[in-house]
């Protein structure tokens, strides 16, 4: 769903609370150069080399210029999509806001349980380690009798 810059903003918090407990939001952010379908059909004429003409128009549009670029910004959960496009002479100031709405979400989130269980199963397996090194050692020892 494309959205204002203002109104996606206030819709990302509750992306980020929805998948607090289980889940994840994607986020991407990249260039919007305004060409849709048409733009696409001559991609697939100069790929497949049969048009000349299309492949001319497919390199010159890949050289930028002097054009300036909006950005699409993308959010993604499971279940909800959420997009806005940003004019270049907005974009800092989208970007600071979203900066801040990053830092106030992301910091309660929780820290993943996987490198607790990593470390807690590095130190059983050198507690076992220790254990059976001490038991071959036992064993090892012959036993000396007292000699009368």
Do not use: W
């Amino acid at each position: 769903m494309l959205l204002d810059k203002e109104e996606f903003l206030k819709a990302l918090p509750t992306l980020f609370e929805k998948s607090k407990e289980k889940g994840s939001v994607a986020v991407t952010i990249k260039r919007f150069d305004y060409q849709g379908k048409t733009h696409e059909r001559q991609k697939k004429r100069a790929r497949s080399g049969n048009d000349e003409e299309a492949m001319r128009l497919l390199v010159d549009g890949l050289s930028l210029g002097d054009k300036e670029y909006a950005t699409l910004i993308r959010a993604a959960t499971n279940s909800k999509k959420l997009s806005t496009v940003v004019a270049p002479a907005d974009l800092d100031r989208f970007l600071a806001c979203y900066h801040g709405l990053l830092l106030t979400n992301l910091e309660s989130m929780k820290r993943r349980e996987r490198l607790r269980k990593k470390k807690a199963a590095i130190k059983r397996h050198a507690a076992q380690k220790a254990r059976a090194k001490a038991k071959a050692k036992a064993k090892a020892k012959p036993k000396t009798e007292p000699s009368s």
